[in-house]
């Protein structure tokens, strides 16, 4: 604990100005009132209306959503994490591969937000981090897709019919940014 007994450190940042606020909680379940606050605060004061909250899928935060439902404040909630899930959703893949691959997931969604812009954010915070767009941004693919991947090492003459390469699924664009060797 601080020498003012907090034990919890709870930042809120706002998307479009990168606007930061801290506080600092003696135990998680202060986080719904501290929030609860900073929403009204900015709704008469800025004429702010607070339209989303991005967080995860912790107890404290599914409190904080129960409190926003019963004040009526319309404020959806999001995760990355439900990105995750629509992904391999959307891939098709099998419960069992599911959670195997979340972690995959996660990071190619992590990836895709960091290259999202909006009309009130032109530039994406990839670019805005690094000075220049993604080298991935150019070649997306979709998570979970299955193609066949070359074998240019195996340079043997085969029949026209033969298998050219192997079966790969395509897990996350290059995690060193000035490389293009996907996963």
């Given at each position: 604990?601080?020498?003012?007994?907090?034990?919890?450190?709870?930042l809120?940042?706002?998307?479009?100005?990168?606007?930061?606020?801290?506080?600092?909680?003696?135990?998680?379940?202060?986080?719904?009132?501290k929030?609860?606050?900073?929403?009204?605060?900015?709704?008469?004061?800025?004429?702010?209306?607070?339209?989303?909250?991005?967080c995860?899928?912790?107890?404290?935060?599914?409190?904080?959503?129960?409190?926003?439902?019963?004040?009526?404040?319309?404020?959806?909630?999001?995760?990355?994490?439900?990105?995750?899930?629509?992904?391999?959703?959307?891939?098709?893949?099998?419960?069992k591969?599911?959670?195997?691959?979340?972690?995959e997931?996660?990071?190619?969604?992590?990836?895709?937000?960091?290259?999202?812009?909006?009309?009130?954010?032109?530039?994406?915070?990839?670019?805005?981090?690094?000075?220049?767009?993604?080298?991935?941004?150019?070649?997306?693919?979709?998570?979970?897709d299955?193609?066949?991947?070359?074998?240019?090492?195996?340079?043997?003459?085969?029949?026209?019919?033969?298998?050219?390469?192997?079966?790969?699924m395509?897990?996350?664009?290059?995690?060193?940014?000035?490389s293009?060797?996907?996963?």
């Amino acid at each position: 604990p601080s020498y003012g007994q907090a034990k919890f450190w709870l930042l809120a940042l706002d998307d479009c100005t990168d606007h930061g606020w801290s506080n600092f909680l003696k135990k998680k379940s202060d986080l719904s009132d501290k929030i609860l606050a900073l929403i009204k605060d900015l709704k008469s004061k800025q004429k702010v209306t607070v339209k989303y909250i991005r967080c995860d899928d912790a107890g404290e935060n599914r409190k904080l959503e129960e409190a926003c439902l019963k004040e009526g404040l319309g404020i959806q909630f999001a995760t990355l994490y439900c990105r995750v899930r629509a992904t391999m959703d959307s891939a098709g893949l099998p419960d069992k591969l599911q959670k195997g691959l979340w972690a995959e997931c996660a990071n190619t969604a992590t990836m895709l937000e960091n290259m999202i812009m909006t009309p009130t954010k032109p530039v994406s915070s990839f670019a805005q981090l690094y000075e220049r767009d993604p080298t991935y941004a150019r070649s997306l693919k979709s998570f979970g897709d299955i193609g066949v991947m070359a074998n240019h090492a195996d340079k043997k003459i085969q029949g026209k019919l033969a298998d050219r390469g192997k079966v790969a699924m395509f897990l996350e664009c290059p995690v060193n940014h000035s490389s293009d060797v996907y996963r």
